[in-house]
């Protein structure tokens, strides 16, 4: 049974930072691709930042948040993470993670699995 469990989401002032982690059960972060994703009110889910299970060290960025989130992941603790910072008004959503992909990986229905979601609101 796999869970994605999140945490760290919050408010925060423009220009501020917060970091999100999603704990994994059920299988193993350095095992497959995992993602973020993010939804504002009224707008569709668009994937921000990818980790990818064969390269963890080129992951690939949305243009909106490149030079200002950063996606890791801990294999001992099982947890994936993003770092966001500069944060600006338009960053204000819900955020997701997601795991385990066969598609483009900024479409949602590539996805298998998914966090509950954690709110952002920058002011």
């Known amino acids: 049974h796999v869970q994605l469990v999140e945490s760290g989401g919050g408010s925060v002032e423009a220009g501020g930072s917060l970091k999100h982690s999603c704990a994994t059960s059920?299988?193993?972060?350095?095992?497959?691709?995992m993602a973020w994703f993010r939804q504002a009110p009224g707008k569709e889910r668009e994937g921000i930042a990818v980790i990818y299970a064969g390269d963890p060290s080129r992951p690939s960025y949305a243009e909106p948040v490149k030079g200002r989130f950063t996606i890791s992941r801990d294999n001992a603790k099982n947890t994936l993470f993003l770092q966001m910072s500069s944060l600006r008004s338009d960053d204000t959503a819900m955020y997701y993670c997601?795991?385990?992909?066969?598609?483009?990986?900024?479409?949602?229905?590539?996805?298998?699995?998914w966090g509950q979601g954690t709110q952002v609101t920058v002011s």
């Open positions: 059920g299988i193993t972060v350095n095992g497959y691709s």
């Open positions: 997601a795991a385990i992909a066969s598609g483009v990986w900024n479409e949602p229905q590539s996805w298998r699995y």
